[in-house]
């Protein structure tokens, strides 16, 4: 994640500052956006709002609005969540502006932050404006072009960050004349019945938790899986994902480990990744999670959505280790094949870490959902192809308020099958590397001696 400092603008490191707003403001706020009374176009309020009533005393204030992707834009058609968190400071500083839904854009950051042109361009520091409307204007017009650089972030910093989102952008509208089902990319997305098993979205829409619990199955403590994709949506997303293939457009691969499989947010199907976010993830987490292990309601706001493919003959497993999420999504699309299990081992900072739990065998759309830090990896393929869609979904709050690191629990021997030769130093202490790989241990020593360490 990047980080930028802000500092003098919202009073620390961007996302750490959030916090403790009186109710009273963030209900003035909403007061006054109702007695703002016009409408304009960009502001669509009621349905997306955190209620300020709910905001307890001592919580971050946060209201979430949407502004409408404005026409002639690449964001037109889109109804785009945007978050506003005042902080303490407020309003002597300016509320912090993140978008909740996924968008390639040369100023806006990682985890939907909008970059420091926008706080520029508000002129919050010459002259607060205490007008939500003020700030939701500005929105507007970030989408619509970017806003000059007045920047704060290092030049070489910004460079990279806009050169990244252009290249997302080629390749999303390079690939729009080629999609072979436009569905899967509408603005604004649906989530058509006949793609998500009823029952579920059923309970997720009406945030049941009960009904919800009734349509999932806790394979170990902390480990659930439910049926979720129909037939249709597994086919229409293989079918895409192949036809992508094809064209042999550049495309981000998911992660280090994985070389076959795309970032799907990165070939134009961001709207439908935050529609599974929003409308299933998110009840889903809240229903199955406590509020301390992925940061509470309404607090997974981004995510990274990405497929993976596993073949005998190109990846054909992936290694132990945890995700960079507080809540991961895991979809099995198909199709026909053998091996390929997902095996999970303990949570990432607890005693249990890197003990075997439970093996799960995929089954075409059937989900998988854990905690990020919940350790797993997947087996080696024997035969076929599997190919899943995974959504790590994370939370800007609980991420700010994270501790670092925590213990690693390294010292209690733990089950081979738990091992990392990607990420545990102590791989070769239990057990012999496979063939052909280099271990950890010694990646790090070749490391140390470039530095000359
Ligand atoms: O293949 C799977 O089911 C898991 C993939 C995974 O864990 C990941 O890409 O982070
Ligand atoms: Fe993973």
Known sequence: MITVSLSGLVGGRVGVSLAVLPATIARAHVAQLLADGARPSYLAPHAEWVDARDVPAQCAAEVVLTVDGPRGTAYAGARLRVHLSFPPAYPAHPPLVRFGSQLHHEQVLEGGLVGPPFYAALGWERKPARHVRTVMAEVHQLLVAPLPTGSRLSRATYLRIAQLQRLRTHTISAYAPLRTHGALFAQPPALLAGWVEPRVLAACDARDDAAIRSCVHELAPGVFSLALFT?????????????????????????????????????????????????????????????????????????????????????????????????????????????????????FGETTYRKHIVTYAHQPG????????????????????????????????????????????????????????????????????????????????????????
């Open 231 to 347: 037939p249709a949506l597994c086919g229409l997303l293989l079918d895409e994902l192949r036809g992508f293939e094809r064209t042999g457009l550049p495309a981000s691969r998911p992660n280090s480990m994985n070389r076959h499989g795309v970032i799907v947010d990165e070939i134009g199907m961001e709207r439908l990744m935050d529609e599974l976010r929003v409308r299933l993830v998110c009840p889903l987490a809240e229903a199955l999670f406590t509020e301390s292990d992925q940061g509470g309601s309404h607090s997974l706001d981004h995510h990274h959505a990405f497929s993976v493919t596993y073949t005998p003959s190109a990846d054909t497993g992936l290694d132990m280790h945890h995700d960079d999420s507080e809540v991961t999504l895991n979809v099995c699309l198909g199709s026909r094949f053998e091996g390929a299990g997902l095996t999970f081992c303990g949570r």
């Open 366 to 453: 059937r989900a998988v959902l854990h905690l990020g830090r919940q350790r797993h990896g997947a087996d080696t393929i024997v035969r076929g192809e599997r190919s899943s869609l995974i959504v790590w979904a994370r939370s800007s709050s609980y991420r700010a308020r994270a501790p670092d690191e925590p213990p690693m629990h390294q010292r209690v021997a733990p089950d081979l099958c738990c091992l990392s030769y990607t990420h545990d130093i102590d791989y070769e202490t239990w057990q012999e590397l496979p063939p052909g790989v280099v271990g950890k241990r010694e990646r790090l020593a070749k490391l140390r001696a470039m530095g000359g360490g």
